[in-house]
């Protein structure tokens, strides 16, 4: 245990809805060494009882209420469609820090929906939180979830709403780099190189890459791409080919059709 989760032993974390992003921040948070009581709502079965099987200050129960009065941070993860019926059912004290995973409902309704809750936050966290890396959008940001979360992802405090929608946004193309690294590697065996050699060349390429991507300021990104290069190269000629295309422009034009959904309420 660091010293920056020593500060919440005794801070008790409660999950309604242990879905594919709970089960990661879960696994994260503990093996980053968070060792608080964490209490977690039976659905879904099978992952709850997995993690509570896993680890040792994991305990499953089957009443979101007794998870509310059983925690101080209670962390709300199910689908967006759900979330309001899952809210209205349950009681809160304004001792109580309401954590929102959910997309598309804004800290105002979360307000409603909640009191007498003394305090309401929403973040992001990623699948790749569960490996200990990866950004972890909080609004507003809060010094003691930054501390929490300090060793299993880069907290980033996000003060205004609909700037947050911009980060849920952008996770919206997840997906679409899985896709991207999946169609290198395909290619690649398609011309003869065998699978394995093939899939971990490719995403160990962009791991690599994305690497010196988060180690580069922000000023300079926009010039990584030039900068790697050759005047008549092969990136050239592929950046060029890719530019006239106009192939650039569509992730963004994504981007603003997901960040309306989110600011319509999904
Ligand atoms: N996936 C991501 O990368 C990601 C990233 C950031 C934020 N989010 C947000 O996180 C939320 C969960 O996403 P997810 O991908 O983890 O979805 P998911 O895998 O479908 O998880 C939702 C979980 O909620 C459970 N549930 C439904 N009704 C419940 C109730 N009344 N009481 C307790 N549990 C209940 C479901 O159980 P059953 O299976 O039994 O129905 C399911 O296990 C969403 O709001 C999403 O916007 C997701």
């Not at 790697?228 to 592929?238: I, K, R, S, V, Y």
């Amino acid at each position: 245990m660091t010293d920056n989760q020593d500060q919440f032993r005794n801070r008790r974390l409660g999950f309604i809805g242990v879905g594919a992003i709970a089960e990661a921040t879960i696994v994260g948070l503990i093996q980053s060494g968070c060792n608080s009581p964490v209490r977690l709502s039976r659905r879904n079965e099978q992952r709850s009882q997995a993690l509570a099987e896993r680890f040792a200050n994991v305990t499953v129960d089957s009443e979101n209420q007794s998870i509310v009065d059983h925690s101080d941070w209670i962390f709300i993860a199910v689908l967006p469609q759900q979330a309001r019926a899952v809210l209205r059912t349950i009681q809160f004290r304004p001792e109580h820090r309401l954590i929102s995973l959910v997309a598309g409902i804004e800290i105002a309704e979360l307000q409603t929906l909640a009191a007498p809750v003394g305090a309401i936050h929403r973040m992001i966290p990623l699948p790749p939180i569960e490996r200990g890396v990866g950004p972890l959008p909080v609004c507003p940001p809060c010094s003691d979830l930054g501390a929490l979360f300090a060793n299993c992802a880069n907290v980033i405090g996000i003060e205004n709403e609909s700037l947050f929608s911009v980060f849920s946004a952008a996770s919206g193309l997840m997906a679409t780099h899985h896709l991207f690294v999946w169609k290198v590697a395909e290619w690649m065996s398609a011309q003869g190189v065998n699978r394995e050699d093939a899939t971990a060349y490719a995403s160990h390429m962009f791991a690599a890459l994305a690497e010196i991507e988060c180690h580069t300021p922000a000023d300079e990104l926009a010039g990584l791409a030039d900068a790697c290069t050759t005047a008549g190269g092969l990136n050239e000629q592929a950046l060029q080919e890719l530019r006239e295309l106009g192939w650039f422009e569509e992730p963004q034009t994504r981007l603003t059709r997901l960040f309306n959904r989110l600011e319509n309420g999904l």
